[in-house]
């Protein structure tokens, strides 16, 4: 295998991207005065770290796969791209608990166990052979479609309930917290457009780029929700 000048500067791109997303996740995290007890956060950082990890692998496996021309990458590719289904939506589970242990009653209600259904199917068709993850094909088989979709229901759900019960409080930070759902949508949307127009035409495969700077976003709006609450409880408790 040569390795070109192309290489080398995808390689740069690849190594400087990951690196931003664990120094920016690593800083905020003991920077934002997060609460150590809350479950809450707890979750919530369960959830944002899941997704880098899930996205860092996915990353990486495309580089090697770009510049080997290999899918299957001695089984590795399989590996990388159900390590990233699953982890990705641990990253909206850890937003569900978040939810739940901020707004909530603490228990599982109805709405949640519908919510958690989808994910839990998500995780199930995941690791379904079926997928052909290592396989080199124009469009995904029916089982990864159905995956993406019970995927997708599971995200924006998780969103809408996040949006419903952060606004009934209408604090500054919950106000914030808006701002993680518009990125959340947009997110989605690039998704869902790469999913339907990439067999079509692989140019639309660059609706990835955007959807992983929307949730750059979601994270940056979550942590930064969440500095203003913990502050605002410090305050509270001083006076």
């Known amino acids: 295998m040569v390795v070109s000048t192309p290489h080398i500067i995808m390689l740069a791109i690849v190594t400087g991207y990951i690196f931003f997303q664990y120094y920016f996740t690593i800083k905020l995290t003991l920077f934002l005065n997060l609460d150590q007890k809350a479950k809450s956060d707890k979750m919530v950082l369960l959830g944002i770290f899941s997704l880098i990890f899930g996205d860092t692998i996915h990353i990486i496996y495309l580089y090697i796969n770009y510049i080997t021309d290999d899918i299957w990458l001695n089984g590795f590719g399989v590996v990388a791209l159900i390590i990233t289904s699953i982890f990705m939506s641990v990253y909206y589970l850890g937003l569900l608990f978040f939810t739940i242990y901020e707004y909530g009653s603490r228990k599982i209600e109805l709405k949640h166990v519908i919510i958690l259904l989808f994910f839990v199917v998500r995780v199930i068709l995941s690791l379904l052979p079926q997928n ?79 959807k992983s700077i929307a949730y750059n976003f979601e994270v940056y709006f979550i942590m930064k929700g969440i500095m203003s609450l913990r502050e605002k409880k410090a305050t509270s408790a001083k006076n």
């Open 132 to 210: 052909d993850y290592a396989v080199e094909s124009s469009s995904p088989t029916a089982v990864r479609n159905t995956s993406n979709v019970f995927f997708s229901i599971f995200g924006i759900l998780t969103l809408l309930l996040f949006l419903s019960e952060s606004q009934k409080r209408n604090l500054k930070a919950d106000i914030i917290f808006k701002n993680v759902v518009i990125a959340g949508i947009i997110s989605f949307a690039c998704y869902i457009g790469h999913l339907i127009l990439y067999p079509i035409n692989p140019i639309f495969g660059m609706l990835m780029l955007p």
